[in-house]
């Protein structure tokens, strides 16, 4: 918020008063301008009431002699006070007033100063468009900013002068010596202005229009101001990061930009799955204890609500609509018609669908921001120390946050800085580092064979029975040692590597990453195993339940020979039921989800609150010094955290279609470890030892993300293709295989037609050219947005040059250069340049070219110039009499032009 | 609102104010009354103390300097004039003033507010920014959370981006040119009330 509301703040207590509350400050200004018009008269008038009593404090001279003034104002005013009412009239008579000579001396001589100006205005157009532009740019500024009121007698004489000026160059364009297209640009400049002010000057009949304009254009600003405002602070837990962020620097900030974005998707995916899924089935689906699906069965319904078979998720949580196996497989639900089992499969395909796209346009975006603003690393210390502190904080708490900030980003720069100086000895970091990728790669082969290893011997540990605890629990052991180890070796070996932090950031968390794949490997190789057992047995207990049933049926009509009805049907819960392998898989990755906050949550409990306080407050009494020397503050980890939250995410996607209930889960795990997460890094954290910026865009995140998001995609896609669906449970139950359900649609709700067509599109004959046409466009596309990169490039290169050259030419051309360009102008051949001017074009180009190369030189030269150029007797031919070859004063904007400091 | 405070001012010393600074005749009367209420000893100058009391300039780090800024050197007390001189640098500059008249420079001009800028660097007033005064802003700044030894590289690193002429302390012009592509006209600008 602060920074866009620049120049609109308030700074009260230096005696001003801004804008930066705009409801107050445009309310005054409305008051005024509603009142204004009789505000000088009435001010007047009381003043003079008023002027015996304040004789008493100030001596006599000067007050008298104002009371002569005041008079003199006095007799003046009656003629004019009969048409105050309104502003423009006002202004109108503010004209007349004007025009009348010798009313009032200063503004007299003002006027005269003011015409010269105009006619010094008018040399100054052969100069050309850029300072016209820039002097209607600044009187339109005044005109929607600036009160109509405020617009003293001398401001607007001279705007009328200048509407003068304007209207006779219009008049006379045809006269001037110009080339067509300056003509034309001229005369369009000078008729925009015209139009613009004589309305405001009160002439002409665009006054109330031009009132009336002035008002909404404000309005609007006001509006826009307020809007922008409201956007800033629409955006969740911004103050919270910029805390963190100018404690922690930026690198620690990106882990919370993420954590806030992935909250963000989540919450789509969360209304998704609930809105079209969850909340229909509760809502209009059959209730629980109906049928055999939503019942818990007989043999657990005595434990069913213990404590700990909840917290396994068994019991009531498994037949709840938390799960995939709760759901009918009735086609519609409710009145409404809702089709559950397409719309389950749907969303499930959706959620895939909408994070895919949106991860990749958040990448896409990323890296749009990143390519945009790479310039200039001339000034950063110097640009820190002298334009850092934002003198309008007024408020301690952010005064402190800013100190926090400044001394941040010193420190990264001094980071960004360390890096970029030290390259000596490059052999020897090269072999570094080829060490380092050598280690950490047979690192991760022998994790990965270790890995392997360890499953296939619980593969045959699986066969046996007589086993220990260690035989049993073999493959969690090793694994949660392997994510132990693993990152702390890797980290020790990248200390050799010696990299920037940012970049050694990355390869952690590529290597880590690589790490923990293996762990999910693990993961997935032994779901799929259960999930292949689970689907033998299920066959074998489809037979038996149908055969139970009959059985029942059977002993129903021999019991009850007499009833020739239908027999009641069976209580739900006696029902044999399959396993269900869906709501297996869901009830293990939820269960994976929970003991991973409960994880991450403990650690930093402990690891960094109950260390931070032992290391606070045993340091009291402790033989050495605990805060600086061995168990110290924690850091914030930011490549676990980060690969953490991957990871979770990576779960999620999994395991939302088998378990609905899961995306709320997340969501509400990301909120809280929002708040938890910013809690303890500002409580029980230190920053980094080398704090370092992180990189614009966090594309490396997105990128882990989209692997993982990948990755997760391939296993949930095979089940729905290729398992068969359980028989008596889910949204699917009693189809071959899932995706049955778009088919069933197909055929049943769409025209005829539309199925042919499906058939078509479906055609191996017509996706294979698709496909092929796909890449195609897709090596199109690559190929242009690298052509595309490639002009960039160049372009930046010539802007960089153009700039270069463009600060020589401000400082170094004197004005008759100007008239030269002019000269040039109208010339019919520019092949006949004169050689003066390419002598000195060559001589620019040759200290264009000096100057990348030696700084200090360069530098130099340039301020030998700027002096050359701010000595007054450049400026001498512009106060001199007006003649058709003096230039207007100073060649840019006033930056090389003032004479040298006064004082 | 500013009545009252406007009746103490003279009409002669509004018309030379707004000659000297720019400022229009109400927001001339308004920042009197502004002047008037931060003037607790009531005696038509504002010393340190008032300055202090304004929460703004209380925690800003380079408080000190702004307020010395205020005044004229060995004085401690600054009246109205003085107050509207300083108060003129910040006044938006508008390009068609600009060329009324080329001799005397606005106060608000671009070089002027940086003049204003470089001052609060310049501690001793000798028109040169040396590696001491960097680090005594410096350490304004920044506090105790830099080493001593860091805050020396920052200022010398300044000093390197910004020393042309090998003097090894940052003049006005150099000043000036490290500052070159920071929009000083705006950022330096404060919109009074009119």
């Known amino acids: 918020m602060p920074k866009k509301s620049d120049n609109t703040r308030k700074l009260e207590d230096v005696g001003i008063e801004i804008d930066g509350d705009p409801d107050s400050a445009d309310e005054v200004k409305n008051t005024k301008s509603k009142g204004g018009g009789k505000k000088p008269t009435g001010k007047r008038g009381k003043a003079d009431d008023s002027e015996d009593g304040e004789d008493e404090d100030e001596d006599d001279k000067p007050q008298k002699a104002r009371r002569a003034n005041r008079r003199k104002a006095a007799q003046q005013q009656p003629e004019e006070e009969d048409s105050d009412d309104e502003i423009p009239q006002r202004r109108a008579a503010g004209n007349r007033r004007r025009g009348k000579p010798g009313a009032n001396g200063g503004e007299n001589g003002e006027n005269k100063r003011n015409k010269r100006g105009g006619k010094k205005q008018k040399e100054g157009k052969g100069k050309g468009g850029g300072k016209k532009k820039s002097s209607s740019e600044d009187s339109k500024s005044e005109g929607g900013d600036e009160e109509e009121e405020s617009m003293s007698e001398g401001e607007r004489a001279r705007l009328m002068e200048e509407v003068e000026e304007k209207k006779k160059l219009i008049a006379n364009i045809r006269n001037k010596p110009w080339r067509m297209k300056r003509r034309l640009k001229h005369l369009k400049e000078a008729q925009l202005f015209v139009d613009k002010f004589e309305g405001a000057l009160g002439k002409g009949k665009g006054r109330k229009l031009y009132a009336y304009k002035v008002m909404m254009m404000k309005k609007w600003i006001k509006f826009q101001r307020d809007f922008d405002n409201f956007k800033t602070a629409c955006i969740p837990w911004e103050r919270k990061i910029k805390e963190v962020e100018s404690h922690f620097g930026s690198s620690v900030a990106s882990y919370f930009i993420f954590l806030r974005w992935m909250y963000g998707m989540n919450l789509v995916l969360f209304s998704l799955t609930f809105g079209l899924v969850v909340i229909p089935e509760v809502l209009m689906g059959l209730p629980y204890g109906s049928i055999a699906r939503k019942t818990v069965p007989r043999e657990e319904q005595d434990s069913a609500m213990d404590y700990s078979v909840l917290t396994d998720f068994n019991g009531y949580c498994k037949y709840s609509v938390l799960f995939y196996g709760y759901y009918n497989n009735q086609r519609t639900i409710g009145f409404l018609k809702f089709r559950l089992p397409l719309s389950y499969l749907m969303v499930g395909i959706g959620t895939f669908g909408y994070s895919l796209m949106v991860v990749i346009r958040t990448m896409a975006k990323n890296a749009d921001v990143g390519g945009g603003d790479g310039e200039d690393s001339e000034f950063t210390f110097a640009w820190k120390m002298f334009t850092s502190w934002d003198y309008l904080i007024g408020n301690a708490e952010t005064a402190d946050n800013k100190y926090a900030s400044i001394t941040t980003s010193f420190k990264e720069s001094i980071v960004d800085e360390q890096e970029n100086q030290k390259d000596e000895n490059i052999h020897l970091r090269r072999f570094l580092r080829v060490l380092a990728n050598f280690l950490i790669t047979c690192t991760l082969g022998g994790s990965g064979y270790l890995i392997y290893f360890v499953v296939k011997r619980s593969q045959e540990f699986q066969n046996m029975d007589d086993l220990g605890w260690y035989e049993k629990n073999e493959l969690e052991i090793i694994m949660s040692l392997l994510g132990l180890v693993g990152p702390m070796l890797f980290e020790t070996i990248a200390e050799l590597e010696e990299y920037h932090p940012r970049i050694a950031l990355k390869w952690q968390l590529g290597r880590i990453f690589a790490l923990f794949l293996g762990n999910l490997y693990t993961f997935l190789l032994a779901l799929f195993d259960e999930v292949n057992a689970k689907l033998e047995e299920e066959q074998e207990i489809k037979n038996a339940s149908i055969w139970f049933t009959k059985e029942y049926y059977a002993n129903y009509t021999l019991n009850n020979p007499n009833d020739t009805g239908t027999p009641p049907p069976m209580d739900p819960a006696d029902v044999i039921r399959g396993p269900c392998w869906e709501t297996t898989v869901g009830i293990e990755f939820v269960k994976l989800t929970v003991s991973d906050i409960q994880v991450t949550y403990l650690t930093i409990l402990i690891g960094d609150f109950l260390r931070a306080m032992i290391v606070r407050f045993l340091n009291y009494c402790w033989c050495w010094d605990l805060e600086a020397g061995w168990p110290s503050y924690g850091e914030f980890d930011i490549s676990g955290n980060v690969l953490g939250l991957v990871f979770n995410q990576g779960m999620i996607w999994m395991g939302a279609f088998y378990a609905p209930g899961l995306v709320g889960i997340n969501v509400l795990r990301l909120l809280t470890s929002m708040y938890y997460q910013c809690w303890a890094v500002m409580a029980c954290n230190v920053p980094h030892e080398r704090v370092f910026k992180a990189s614009k865009s966090n594309n490396f995140y997105m990128g882990l993300l989209l692997l993982i998001l990948f990755l997760s995609l391939l296993p949930v896609v095979y089940t729905i293709m290729s398992l068969p669906p359980s028989f008596d449970c889910g949204p699917f139950s009693g189809k071959e295989r899932m995706f049955d359900v778009i088919i069933e649609t197909i055929e049943l709700d769409l025209p005829s037609f539309l199925g042919t067509l499906f058939t078509y599109a479906a055609n191996p004959g017509l996706i294979i050219p698709a496909i092929l046409l796909m890449v195609l466009a897709i090596y199109y596309l690559n190929s242009v947005s690298q052509a595309y990169q490639n002009a960039n490039l160049e372009l930046k290169k010539k802007m960089q040059m153009a700039r270069d050259e463009e600060k020589n030419r401000r400082n170094n051309k004197d004005s008759t250069n100007q008239v030269m360009k002019d000269l040039e102008d109208l010339l019919p051949n520019r092949s006949n340049l004169p050689p003066a001017e390419e002598a000195k074009d060559k001589h620019e180009e040759k200290k264009a070219k000096v100057k990348p190369g030696a700084a200090g030189n360069g530098v130099n030269l340039q301020k030998d110039v700027s002096l050359a150029s701010a000595n007054p007797n450049a400026r001498g031919p512009v106060t001199q009499a007006p003649g058709p070859r003096a230039p207007g004063p100073g060649a840019g904007r006033g930056r090389g032009q003032g004479p040298p400091p006064r004082r | ?194």
Do not use: C, W
């Open chain 2, 1 to 194: 609102m500013g009545s009252r405070a406007s009746s103490l001012l003279r009409e002669e010393d509004i018309e030379e104010i707004k000659k000297e600074t720019g400022f229009s005749h109400s927001q001339i009367t308004r920042l009197y009354s502004r002047f008037h209420s931060l003037d607790k000893g009531e005696n038509g100058a504002l010393s340190r103390e008032d300055f202090q009391r304004i929460p703004e300039l209380a925690i800003n780090p380079l408080g000190d300097r702004i307020i010395n800024a205020f005044f004229p050197e060995g004085e401690d007390q600054v009246n109205f004039r003085g107050f509207m001189r300083t108060l003129a640098h910040f006044r938006p500059v508008e390009d068609n003033e600009k060329n009324k008249d080329p001799t005397a420079e606005p106060l608000n001009s671009r070089n002027n507010k940086l003049l204003f800028a470089f001052r609060l660097y310049d501690l001793d007033r000798d028109d040169k920014i040396s590696r001491d005064e960097l680090l005594q802003v410096l350490r304004m700044m920044v506090g105790v959370n830099i080493s001593d030894e860091q805050l020396g590289s920052i200022a010398d690193r300044t000093i390197q981006e910004a020393d042309t002429n090998g003097d090894m302390s940052i003049s006005f012009s150099e000043f000036i040119k490290v500052l070159e592509k920071v929009d000083v006209e705006q950022k330096m600008s404060i919109r009074f009330l009119h």
